[in-house]
């Protein structure tokens, strides 16, 4: 039988002490303390020692248990009596006893209590020694005690009887060892008197798990049944068969006290009576007992409090220091002052307007590394999505082709046209600017999106006054959609200007004359060969799985190379592709990859590495791949348009004029691409960006302040309450926690552990009579009184 307690209660001897203090004055501070640290959190917790009482059937550690707890309450008889795990809980409170499995119902009597053990064992296990490993919980409630667990196991036997399995030996070891393996554990090596102690499994067991011994208490039991003439002083003096924390004798009741009703503390009387008149031990008197063994326990649980506290103190001490302050402001809280309403939220929207403009405008403070926020967003959709919107918009080849073919027609009429008429440049380019409405419209609304999403965002530090924050948000976000159906008005006067007056004089023009001469390739203004464009890593996924699948690689981006290198110290090149006739397009996202990708083709159907006629290039999220889609672009490689133009035919002569409008289209375009690109910004940031934040520095308190119920504003949420309360009562513990351990610490003192002895006998320990251990087993010296 184990039973696994974490500490001992001493109202059975009150004149046990503990440095300056008995145990009946720690108690009390300990279980303060305890319920502090509840209060405070669970991440501070005493973890208090615990206590493995181990030994075979009928050593007496049922009575060594019940002689802790002072009361009578487990099951006795003979064989194997506890069949299932009994997890005690120890409660500091007024006294009884209360199980889990009849929730509610109350148990006064002790004897109440050992009935219900028995019979919840047989409900389970049957009556004819069966085991369970499903525990019996039990909670007991004590003025005496601290809140502490008691496991009781079942005790070493090696030869199963009626239901017990065949491997019940292993089982009940198993059980045992899964206490005692814990370094936070003290083993009481329970072995009777009369029985050969070198052969003792309690002893075994604990030097397996505590070789050094540091952890392991031997105590002696049924010291008053040993043979006349015959008695155990050599062990209790810990010199023959010695243990770093020695040996500590008992004498329990017997059965036939047991069936006589005798009470603990007479039995406890008799022990001492025992020790005192005993001829072998009386000169040991003071050191053997229960009281002592408590003596001993509750030393080491000072010890473990006392070395616990100096780390508790200074977690605690931080703790304090850093609710000191808003704490201070709780202190002086009054929930319906109008005065500091009106303070509280002239500085809370102030603080707003301060956070709105950092996250538009940019700050060192509180800089955000997970994701682009607030303006960052902003400038993106600028110079990365706008531009890109741009070009995807772009002409399809086939169709502007048939277009101007036609419009070249139709002005003609029945006749046929030696000149180009300029009248189907117009009528095309003044077709091709109206479509950037579209792209420009989309900026916009993706600017709004990230403007009341960056107000949402600063509105979370408004979350402890919910009418408050909830009309901040409706007054600037409706300021927003006022703002942006004027930005509306304003972007698509802009294309309507462009579409007013085509400028054939602009200087950037190519005009007729070099149209003529302008070849197809040579609208792609590429930057200076050498220069980086881009750098990062990318994964190649259609490289085949013979290859070793798809891969990462560190890639360069230049004005006219793509290029992959093994790693990021560019020592080792994998590859170069020119840009030359290069396309990008989408890939739709698998369900199955957490990977944004897109790729890369040759539009003459060449191959653009070794055998693959397109790369597929993958990035970890969505603003990475736009970012490389707009690098490309500024590289020249474009998306994808339509297929060849070869749908109809055409004659030489039309063909030519066709050619030559399209090349006045593509220079053209490129000037109101360039304008639309550098004006767009400009006027979003005059009209929407610029003017939100001067309203949301100067307009909307005055706002706020006009509102009808302005007084419901300031009124707090349920959880900024209940935050308030719980800085406030976890305040009030940490100072009470550390007054506890400052009194703790005053009022205790520690014990050195033993010295090393001479344990290698249990390495080698057979089962060996007593007379051939007293003659091979050389005697310790004797340790003084």
């Known amino acids: ?58 050593a007496g550690k049922s009575s060594v248990l019940e002689n802790f707890v002072g009361r009578d309450f487990l099951p006795r008889g003979s064989g194997i009596v506890t069949r299932r795990p009994l997890v005690l809980q120890l409660v500091s409170a007024i006294e009884y006893a ?28 049957g009556p004819n020694k069966g085991l369970s490993p499903v525990p ?14 008691l496991v009781d196991l079942p005790g070493i036997t090696k030869v199963p009887v009626g239901d017990q399995p065949a491997d019940i030996e292993y089982q009940v070891r198993d059980m045992i060892m899964q206490f005692i393996c814990r370094e936070n554990c003290l083993v009481l090596a329970v072995t009777p008197a009369n029985t050969d102690l070198a052969n003792s499994d309690a002893l075994k067991l604990a030097k397996d798990v505590d070789p050094q011994g540091q952890r392991t208490i031997g105590v002696i039991t ?15 003096e810990n010199r023959l068969l010695p243990l770093r924390r020695g040996y500590i004798g008992l004498v329990n ?13 007479a039995a406890l009387a008799a022990e001492r009576r025992f020790f005192l008149t005993h001829p072998a031990y009386r000169h040991m008197a003071d050191r053997m007992g229960t009281p002592h063994l408590q003596k001993v326990l509750n030393q080491q649980l000072t010890n473990h409090i006392r070395d616990s506290l100096p780390a508790f103190r200074s977690r605690l001490q931080g703790q304090l220091l850093a609710l000191d302050k808003e704490v201070e402001d709780y202190k002086h809280f009054k929930a319906h002052d109008p005065e500091r309403k009106t303070k509280a939220l002239l500085l809370l929207i102030q603080k707003f307007s301060a956070d709105f403009e950092k996250h538009i405008e940019g700050s060192g403070h509180l800089v955000d590394t997970e994701e682009l926020s607030g303006g960052a967003r902003i400038n993106r959709i600028f110079h990365e999505r706008f531009p890109f919107e741009l070009v995807k918009m772009e002409f399809d080849e086939r169709e502007l082709r048939r277009e101007i073919s036609y419009a070249i027609r139709n002005i003609h009429g029945i006749r046929t046209g030696l000149f180009t008429p300029d009248q189907a440049f117009e009528a095309i380019v003044k077709k091709q600017i109206v ?7 989309k900026c916009v ?59 054939t004089n602009h200087e950037d023009f190519i005009g007729f004359a070099n149209a003529q001469h302008r070849s197809t390739h040579t609208n792609k203004k590429r930057l200076a060969g050498n220069q980086v464009i881009r750098k990062g890593w990318l994964t190649i996924n259609n490289i085949s799985i013979m290859k070793g699948g798809a891969k990462e690689y560190w890639f360069i981006l230049t004005a006219e190379s793509l290029s992959w290198f093994k790693d990021d110290e560019e020592k080792e090149k994998k590859y170069m592709l020119p840009l030359d006739n290069l396309k990008l397009r989408d890939v739709e996202k698998s369900f199955m990859s957490s990977k944004y990708a897109y790729a890369i083709f040759n539009t003459e159907q060449r191959n653009v590495y070794k055998d693959y006629k397109f790369l597929e290039l993958a990035c970890g999220c969505q603003e990475e791949l736009d970012s490389w889609k707009a690098s490309l672009l500024r590289a020249g490689v474009y998306p994808e348009k339509g297929v060849g133009f070869g749908a109809f035919t055409m004659d030489p002569q039309l063909e030519r004029q066709v050619e030559t409008i399209r090349n006045l289209v593509d220079s053209y375009m490129d000037i109101v691409y360039r304008a639309i690109r550098d004006l767009l910004p400009k006027t979003l940031m005059h009209l929407i960006i610029n003017n939100v934040k001067e309203y949301v520095g100067s307009d909307l308190l005055v706002q706020i302040y006009s509102l009808t119920e302005k007084s419901v504003l300031m009124d707090e949420s349920p959880e900024q309450e209940r935050r308030r309360e719980e800085v406030l009562r976890t305040h009030s513990a940490l100072k009470e926690a550390l007054a506890i351990i400052g009194d703790i610490s005053t009022s205790t003192c520690s014990t050195p552990l033993p010295p090393p002895v001479d344990s290698s006998w249990l390495h080698g320990a057979t089962r060996t009579s007593r007379s051939n251990i007293h003659r091979t087993v050389r005697l310790a010296p004797s340790l003084p009184r």
């Open 1 to 58: 039988m184990v039973f696994c307690v974490q500490v001992v209660d001493s109202r059975i001897d009150g004149s046990v002490t503990m440095g300056n203090r008995g145990m009946e004055e720690l108690i009390p501070l300990v279980n303060k303390l305890q319920d502090a640290f509840s209060t405070i959190g669970q991440s501070y917790n005493l973890d208090l020692p615990q206590i493995a009482v181990v030994g075979g059937q009928s």
């Open 98 to 125: 209360e199980f889990l499995h009849c929730r509610g119902k109350l148990f006064l009597d002790f004897q109440e209590v050992r009935q219900e053990i028995e019979a919840e064992t047989t409900r389970l296990t």
């Open 136 to 149: 019996i919980n039990l909670r007991v409630y004590s003025p005496h005690v601290l809140n502490l667990t």
């Open 222 to 236: 049924k010291l008053d049944l040993m043979d006349e003439g015959t008695d155990a002083r050599h062990i209790l």
């Open 253 to 265: 009741r017997s059965q036939k006290d047991i069936d006589g009703k005798k009470g603990i503390e």
């Open 435 to 441: 479509k950037l409405k579209g792209p420009c419209v």
């Open 445 to 503: 609304d993706m600017v709004i999106q990230e403007l009341i999403a960056t107000v949402r965002q600063c509105t979370a530090m408004l979350g402890s006054f919910p009418r408050l924050r909830e009309e901040t948000e409706k007054i600037v976000t409706t300021h927003i959609r006022e703002r942006e159906s004027h930005a509306k008005e304003q972007v698509l006067l802009l294309i309507d200007v462009q579409v007013a007056y085509i400028n």
